[in-house]
């Protein structure tokens, strides 16, 4: 099971830290990663990090704001988002997969029940 918490209102310029521990079969997990989706938009990729957190992956539209992190002791993943802008709105999901860091969301296995980030301008 994945629990993601760490949502809510901000302004523009605004941060947020999102986290997300898992529980369960933990063993399973190898790449943790972050999903998004907007109102009236398609799921979309946001950042992942492999298991030893050497490599990262993010997508171009919050490269340079947010940064993924990880500790494996406690099971969580977690998502620094800086200079929030009002189209960083969304639910943001949080996943897992027992192989390497991928894009396409078919590909992951795990996932958390979404956290939702209100960005106001």
């Known amino acids: 099971q994945l629990q993601a918490s760490g949502g809510g209102s901000v302004q523009a310029g605004g941060s947020l830290r999102l986290s997300c521990v898992a529980s369960?079969?933990?063993?399973?997990?190898?790449?943790m990663g972050w999903y998004r989706q907007a109102p009236g938009k398609e799921r979309e990729y946001v950042t992942a990090?492999?298991?030893?957190?050497?490599?990262?992956y993010t997508a171009d539209s919050v490269k340079g704001r947010f940064t993924i992190s990880r500790d494996n002791a406690k099971n969580t993943v977690y998502l620094q988002m800086n200079s929030l802008k009002p189209e960083d709105t969304a639910v943001y999901y949080c996943?897992?997969?027992?192989?390497?860091?991928?894009?396409?969301?078919?590909?992951?296995?795990?996932w958390g029940q979404g956290t939702q980030v209100t960005v106001s301008s």
């Open positions: 996943a897992t997969r027992l192989g390497g860091i991928q894009q396409r969301q078919v590909l992951w296995t795990y």
């Open positions: 990090i492999n298991w030893r957190g050497e490599h990262t």
């Open positions: 369960g079969s933990t063993y399973l997990i190898n790449a």
